[in-house]
């Protein structure tokens, strides 16, 4: 009988490219509001109108070089409309949307998840993102959205150490969806 291997966090160990990591994500945080909390792999942030905002990275390891992308994770109210279990798919030619993650929904489902592109689509296609969640039960969803900007990046040929800026004005329009969705409801659209 063969276990699951746990996957350790990418920010879960020490060394120099680890540290170095970590210390981008500091920094990314900041650009986000002002940092209220932060442990060995992820930093809170709070906008100025008091949302708060965990910044962490997925890693991706290569043979001669290492890859962790930004990760934002937002709780949504327990009042917000959004369905969960969404991901984002950018199979649509109108560009990227949340769709159901699972297969099998609805007719009231479909029609929900029409009107919350209607609502949000605009802001999903101002920013580049490589994948977005809404995730967890009812009372305590989660929104996770994983931009293409702020991650970080290590090389070993040429040594490179780089974290990733974002294009200007990214992190207040991944804001935006963030907001737009905390907000939601199939009736303001």
């Avoid at 509001?33 to 910044?55: C, F, M, N, Y």
């Avoid at 109108?94 to 159901?100: I, L």
């Amino acid at each position: 009988m063969t276990t699951a291997r746990v996957r350790k966090h990418p920010l879960a160990g020490s060394g120099p490219i680890v540290d170095r990591a970590r210390a981008a994500l500091a920094r990314t945080a900041t650009e986000f509001g002002e940092v209220i909390a932060s442990d060995q792999t992820t930093v809170t942030a709070r906008t100025a109108d008091g949302v708060d905002v965990t910044l962490s990275y997925e890693g991706g390891n290569f043979v001669f070089s290492r890859v962790y992308n930004l990760t934002l994770s937002v709780a949504l109210p327990a009042e917000s409309d959004v369905p969960t279990g969404l991901k984002l798919s950018h199979r649509d030619r109108s560009g990227p949307q949340f769709v159901r993650a699972a297969s099998g929904a609805g007719g009231a489902l479909v029609s929900r998840l029409a009107a919350l592109h209607r609502s949000v689509g605009d802001k999903l296609r101002d920013v580049d993102l490589v994948a977005a969640t809404v995730s967890g039960p009812r009372t305590s969803r989660t929104l996770t959205l994983t931009p293409m900007g702020g991650s970080y990046v290590w090389v070993l040929i040429p040594p490179v150490f780089k974290a990733t800026a974002f294009p200007a004005g990214e992190p207040e329009r991944l804001l935006d969806i963030v907001r737009a969705l905390r907000n939601w409801s199939p009736l303001s659209v």
